[in-house]
């Protein structure tokens, strides 16, 4: 066993790593556990040094201890789109501000969207502005860091950040970059200049690779740092879950992924690029690919809540009582907006209902409610992108949250559609090692390591049942929209609390 890749994915509470072979044989895993920085009401942050820098040198070593054989390069990825600001040294000058669940920049995206019109930045960048974007991000920056900005020469991701420790490299993927409205221009596959000169005067923009284009190799310091050899070409890397999208074989127009995780994303691959404000219309991982994505605010972490509040059982006790509850939970529907919601809504001030309660209803009945919350949310994005002119033709479920097997059959009762599972479900760094073999030439551009081990096919007589509790479901956000603001205010501290 002489060729190995090294895959490295830095997510939202951990970081995993990979070596594997070329032909997908998985030989070494290692993970390293973080926490997230929520250090007001709608920030989410980390700390590059003592997260995403210790986490990879961590991960690398312990891999590298363990390899049967050289390294032969090294793909990266993370959660994304992110704003770290870098000095003229490339030191971190706060902690980085994270994607779409950071909603600090509410008033930037209302002005920049004034500034350059809706319409216009939804032709030019493929996306509406939302709190995914980095562009308000870098005016919140600029307005309210005013000293950290007067440092800023350089803006990098998680994945970016990695390229540039290990390499020297200033690099970033058209994909995390199309991800940078205003920024970028997806016509042109180029940062839109006279955009970024306004919204970031004086920044140096990285350079535009992508995802498996060679970024450089590793220098000496970080050789000494990681113990992956010094010479050992590292790709530019992508967002985590387009990362994932590649471990699990989405490739070609309709495959579409369903990544249950923390929160729950969906990324399709489009053959007719139509943007469509409802979704995140992005720059893909081949070479002039494109798709859509869309993302809820909460999956795992909403279950995660509801274990917490029950006194941490098992996840296993749960889904059992889950799995015994009648489908609808006996009368109840919850809305999922426990952390506002991204798509295809945009609101970070919508918050969770849970409506139908008795005396009557148990943990069971809970738990089963909120599995079918996230099953609502996929179908209201499955919709969507219908909408947008390309319904999924092929879903693949990956994720933690495809284990044990209720929350995908009832995804798939929901939606009325078939989930295939790949035997490697949890796969951003399994993806960023496919990503490596393709850069270095150790497989072809069209290299697959997805193998498809079984399927969740829908019950047509849950149909019925769930397109009664789906309309009901529709109806309660338009319903509660004001009120729910209200409620919001106060959390957050504004004039009329009590």
């Given amino acids: 066993?002489?060729?190995?890749?090294?895959?490295?994915?830095?997510?939202?509470?951990s970081s995993k790593g990979v070596l594997v072979c070329p032909d997908g044989e998985i030989v070494a895993r290692a993970e390293h556990a973080h926490t997230l920085s929520l250090p007001r009401p709608g920030w989410a942050e980390h700390d590059a040094e003592t997260t995403w820098w210790a986490d990879a040198v961590d991960i690398c070593r312990r891999l590298t201890a363990q390899a049967p054989g050289r390294v032969m390069g090294v793909g990266v990825s993370g959660?994304?789109?992110?704003?770290?600001?870098?000095?003229?040294?490339?030191?971190?000058?706060?902690?980085?501000?994270?994607?779409?669940?950071?909603?600090?920049?509410?008033a930037e995206i209302e002005e920049l969207t004034a500034l350059y019109g809706a319409e216009q930045i939804l032709a030019r960048g493929g996306s509406a502005l939302t709190s995914q974007a980095v562009g308000p991000k870098i005016l919140w920056l600029r307005r309210h860091e005013p000293d950290a900005w007067a440092h800023t020469r350089r803006m990098v991701m998680a994945s970016s950040f990695l390229?540039?420790?290990?390499?020297?490299?200033?690099?970033?993927?058209?994909?995390?970059?199309?991800?940078?409205?205003?920024?970028?221009?997806?016509?042109?596959?180029?940062?839109?200049?006279?955009?970024?000169d306004e919204v970031a005067p004086g920044l140096e923009l990285p350079r535009l690779l992508w995802p498996a284009d060679?970024?450089?190799?590793?220098?000496?310091?970080?050789?000494?740092?990681?113990g992956i050899p010094e010479g050992t070409p590292v790709v530019a890397g992508t967002v985590d879950a387009w990362a994932e999208a590649t471990s699990a074989g989405v490739r070609d127009p309709g495959d579409t992924m369903l990544m249950y995780g923390t929160t729950m994303f969906i990324v399709e691959v489009v053959s007719d690029f139509r943007p469509d404000r409802t979704l995140w219309g992005t720059a893909g991982v081949a070479p002039g690919s494109r798709t859509l994505a869309a993302g809820m605010s909460t999956s795992g972490a909403l279950t995660g809540w509801l274990r917490d509040l029950a006194g941490n059982p098992p996840y296993a006790d749960l889904l059992a009582e889950a799995a015994a509850t009648p489908r609808g939970a006996s009368g109840l529907v919850m809305l999922p907006y426990f952390a506002g919601e991204r798509t295809p809504l945009y609101d970070p001030d919508a918050r969770g209902l849970i409506l139908g309660l008795t005396l009557a209803h148990g943990r069971g009945h809970l738990y089963r409610a909120a599995l079918e919350a996230i099953g609502y949310g996929v179908r209201h994005i499955v919709e969507a992108l219908g909408a947008a002119g390309e319904p999924p033709?092929?879903?693949?479920?990956?994720?933690?949250g495809t284990q044990g097997g209720l929350w995908t059959s009832i995804v798939s009762d929901i939606t009325g559609l078939r989930q295939d599972i790949p035997a490697e479900t949890i796969g951003a760094a399994y993806g960023d090692a496919l990503l490596a073999a393709i850069g270095t030439g150790l497989v072809p551009a069209d290299a697959t390591w997805a193998k498809v081990v079984r399927s969740v096919e829908p019950d047509p007589e849950a149909r019925a049942v769930y397109d009664d509790l789906y309309d009901v479901y529709r109806s309660l956000y338009p319903a509660t929209r004001e009120q729910a603001h209200r409620l919001a205010a106060m959390q957050r501290g504004a004039p009329g609390e009590r």
């Fill in 393 to 400: 033709r092929r879903l693949v479920a990956v994720g933690g």
């Fill in 214 to 226: 060679v970024a450089g190799a590793v220098h000496a310091e970080a050789a000494a740092l990681t």
């Fill in 79 to 106: 959660i994304g789109p992110c704003l770290l600001p870098l000095d003229a040294d490339d030191r971190p000058l706060r902690p980085a501000i994270l994607y779409g669940i950071d909603t600090r920049a509410a």
């Fill in 163 to 196: 390229v540039r420790r290990l390499t020297g490299e200033y690099v970033l993927d058209h994909h995390s970059a199309s991800q940078c409205d205003p920024l970028y221009e997806m016509g042109t596959s180029s940062w839109a200049r006279d955009w970024a």
């Fill in 1 to 13: 066993m002489d060729e190995l890749l090294l895959g490295l994915d830095i997510g939202t509470s």
